[in-house]
Nanobody, 113 residues
Framework: VQLQASGGGLVQAGGFLRLSCAAS????????MAWHRQAPGKQRELVAS????????TYADSVKGRFTISRDNVKKMVYLQMNSLQSEDTAVYYC???????WGQGTQVTVSS
């Protein structure tokens, strides 16, 4: 498994979770990483991305100001800190290495209102 996501769970609205993605990719430090999510009945959407060095991040409008993507190139980890969670954030979250065409297995996040 090249991308292993973890950290999902059940949380009340207003709560927080931190997702982690462990990468076993040899060129991890030079590739962009991203988190996507897919809610039931909806298309998969990009949540956040981070450049290879971590200096450039992008976010979906729906999560700006609430989610933070980060990475540790030594540990080959990508994180998604999710604060002020809302029921609309309920989805399966996927770690992704877009330029490598790699996807993790997904981790379920459920926010109860």
């Amino acid at each position: 498994v090249q991308l292993q996501a973890s950290g999902g769970g059940l949380v009340q609205a207003g709560g927080f979770l931190r997702l982690s993605c462990a990468a076993s990719v040899s060129m991890f430090s030079i590739i962009t990483m991203a988190w996507h999510r897919q809610a039931p009945g909806k298309q998969r959407e990009l949540v956040a991305s981070i450049s290879s060095g971590g200096g450039l991040t992008t976010y979906a409008d729906s999560v700006k100001g609430r989610f933070t993507i980060s990475r540790d190139n030594v540990k080959k980890m990508v994180y998604l800190q999710m604060n002020s969670l809302q029921s609309e954030d309920t989805a399966v979250y996927y770690c992704n290495a877009p330029t490598q065409g790699l996807w993790g297995q997904g981790t379920q996040v459920t926010v109860s209102s």
